[in-house]
């Protein structure tokens, strides 16, 4: 049986969701936030050591402002509201991407969260903000002074973390939009129908059962 020690997730389908219901997009991304607190939680109870959230990318930029400035304020309020049950639960949390360009608030909540969670054991959750893969990969590769493949790994976000065994993407799309090019060389891929709010821990469940029977070979045979 394959051991499990990371799980990525691209949390597609927020939008759909809300307009499907008649009551917009940031709908979708509300109750998607719901979603990924569930989805923690029961991977607490599965032991899985890391979790990986696409919350936004470099190139959500690109929506309109109305849902950028909301993503932003609903990412802020999940801290303010949820940090003390994020210590209670003992996750430590991890945030990927270029955090500098956000708003001096937002970063300051982001900086005191992982400072809170920073010695906490029982799951790590990274939250990939503003992130982008080629860009991660580029500032890797200058911060390298002599390449080679250990020291470049180092300087990606993933620092020391176990690359993502598992990438999970709901809402139909079989891409991967710029996320953890690298580090899903080896990952065995998930692509799921369900729009994100919809996903749930038995769909979790029923992708770990399945992923710990697959031969993984790694070139080899
Ligand atoms: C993913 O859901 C969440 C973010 C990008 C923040 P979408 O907002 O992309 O939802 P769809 O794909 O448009 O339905
Ligand atoms: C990927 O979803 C980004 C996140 C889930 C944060 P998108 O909805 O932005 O991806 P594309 O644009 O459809 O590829
Ligand atoms: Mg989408």
Not at 96 to 107: A, N, Q, T, V, Y
Not at 110 to 138: F, R
Request: no cysteine.
């Amino acid at each position: 049986m394959n051991t499990l020690n990371h799980v990525a997730f691209i949390m597609d389908g927020n939008g759909r969701w809300g307009q499907k219901r008649g009551k917009g997009r940031n709908y979708g991304h509300l109750k998607g936030v719901d979603t990924l607190k569930k989805i923690v939680k029961s991977s607490i109870k599965l032991k899985i050591p890391i979790l990986t959230f696409f919350v936004f990318s470099s190139e959500n930029w690109r929506r309109p402002k109305k849902e950028i400035n909301y993503l932003l304020k609903l990412i802020k309020i999940y801290f303010i509201k949820e940090i003390e049950n994020i210590k209670n639960q003992g996750i430590k949390l991890n945030i990927f991407g270029e955090i500098k360009k956000l708003s001096p608030d937002l970063r300051k909540i982001l900086k005191k969260s992982m400072l809170i969670t920073k010695k906490n054991k029982s799951i790590t959750v990274n939250l990939a903000i503003n992130y982008g893969s080629k860009n991660e990969i580029i500032n890797a590769f200058k911060k390298t002074k002599k390449i080679n493949k250990k020291k470049f790994e180092i300087n990606l976000d993933t620092k020391n973390i176990k690359y993502p065994d598992i990438l999970i993407r709901t809402g139909g799309h079989q891409r991967l939009s710029n996320f953890m090019l690298w580090q899903l060389a080896y990952a065995e891929l998930f692509f799921l129908k369900k729009l994100w709010p919809d996903f749930n821990s038995s769909d979790l469940k029923k992708i770990v059962r399945k992923f710990q029977k697959i031969k993984r070979n790694y070139g080899s045979v």
